[in-house]
């Protein structure tokens, strides 16, 4: 039975801990896309994490596995990965200081040029010399091969590389100490993981692997990691709206909505929620914007700012079931620089006091002042809307008051008033809601009832004639309603004539109720 030396075992515990840095790095990749409220540094962020930890993964490869065929394979993807890091962790601290420097942070992609002609380097198969052996030792300066065959290159890389960490380090510094209003705990969390960071380079770079201490640098790039994600994971100082994931949208007390430029709802705060109430909303479900729409009646009454630099469209909408009314706005999301439309953000403002006034406009407007049924104005409106095919049949009842002038002209007007009253309660008593009301004039009513066939329809009448005969507190005079009735079958029928056919009919029911006194 082989005995596994010290040094073999040490070798192997190394490996484990780069193991744990991959794994570590990993881990924190799925928290970063998992998050629902992000800041610009968690991009970069990632991009450092990455680079450690593909670092990690094949450093632990290198160590666990010492195989003289694998080495060769696996050192160039080692120094090819780390050259990324200190880059990465760079662009990490100047987003996550100035995260509204959308054009610094972008012209520092630049700085990747130097890695990516490093990398090719190293991973050009002729340029490497596959001589790593495997010693039984620890495997001390994990550059030493590329020391070996690109002197100035590597040096040049070195320098580069501890130059970006420091730069990034010192941004982080300089937030804390020239902005210290915008200082939190995390920003000097992040200080912490920039010198651990810095620190494990150091130590990399200029200490051997044969001592007590090779343990050091997997921990402080773990430790670097963890407190980094933390400072970005809990800071809310900075947090903007991109693509409308952010928690500030939760503190608009309107309903906000973020569209793609393909119409598609990607993102609603909690107010807006409240419009898909019958619907999944937990996670990332996507809703057209028909979807909401259609829960509204829009007036047709846009609002164009053409003289401003609003590029947009206002407008005001009523919901259908409560009728609630908001003023709903529109604004693109553009690239400025390409003056591409990426999408835009909808807002519906509700506007209470002009729903009052909406209310009341439309009272005085579709609605008799005494009964506050529809008037004959509305009943015009309706004629010119189409009607639905599953509402047929559709009977009308053309309803005429008997003696209303005589007792106006002997009992007084409000006493003919309370007679119109008592008519029309009687009508409503036999009448579902989703059927309509018409006064047409002082003694004339049009009821209009959907899904009822004819017969069903001089029930009704007859009901109502009956309810309205009962009243005597008009006594001595005869009271009465005279009601015609037609039906349209489809929606082929002829509404004029089938109007008119009900009026004709309710002359020859009054007729016959003056014959009878």
Known sequence: METITLVQYLTALQGAL??????????????????????????????????IGLWGFFGSVFFIYPNDELLPHISPLIYATISFGGPAFMRFCFS??????????????????????????????????????????????????????????????????????????????????????EATTGNKLAIVAALLFIGQNMFVTFNEYNNIFFWIPPITVTLCMVLLFFTLYYDTSEQIIIQGQSALLETIPFPVFILNKNDIIVH??????????????????????????????????????????????????????????????????????????????????????????????????????????????????????????????????MCDLDNLKTINDVLGHARGDEYILTCYREICSQVKKENLIFRLGGDEFLVVLYKTPALVAQAIAKGIESRVAQHQEFAPHNIGISIGISTATSANTDFAACFKKADEDMYKTKAKHKGQQ
């Not at 990749?29 to 968690?42: E, G, K, M, V």
């Not at 420091?166 to 902005?179: E, M, R, T």
């Not at 015009?380 to 009977?395: M, R």
Request: charged share 20%.
């Open 18 to 51: 780069r193991a744990i840095i991959a794994l570590c790095a990993l881990v924190l990749i799925l928290l970063c896309t998992n998050r629902q409220s992000h800041i610009p540094a968690f991009k970069y962020f990632l991009y450092f994490i990455v680079a």
């Open 96 to 181: 996550y200081v100035f995260p509204h420097k959308k054009e610094l942070i972008k012209s520092l992609r630049w700085i990747f040029i130097f890695p990516c002609i490093f990398s090719i380097f190293v991973l050009f198969p002729p340029l490497q010399k596959y001589s790593i052996t495997f010693t039984n030792e620890i495997i001390y300066i994990p550059y030493r091969d590329i020391l070996e065959q690109y002197h100035f290159l590597f040096y040049i890389y070195i320098i580069y590389s501890y130059a970006t960490v420091v730069l990034g380090s010192a941004v982080l510094l300089y937030k804390i100490i020239k902005q210290p209003q």
């Open 268 to 397: 609603f705060n909690k107010k807006g929620k409240e419009f898909f109430t019958s619907r999944r909303t937990k996670g990332f479900y996507f809703f057209k914007k028909n979807d909401l729409l259609r829960q509204f009646t829009t007036f047709e009454i846009d609002v164009p700012l053409q003289a401003t630099e609003y590029r947009g469209t206002n407008r005001f909408i009523q919901k259908k079931d409560d009728k609630t009314l908001f003023f709903l706005q529109e604004q693109e999301i553009s690239d400025e620089e390409h003056l591409k439309n990426q999408g835009h953000v909808m807002m519906l403002v509700p506007l209470t006091s002009i729903q009052n006034f909406f209310t009341v406009l439309e009272n005085k407007a579709f609605r008799d002042s005494l009964c506050q049924c529809y008037n004959r104005h509305f009943l015009e409106l309706k004629q010119n809307e189409p009607t639905a095919s599953d509402v047929f049949p559709v009977s009308l009842l």
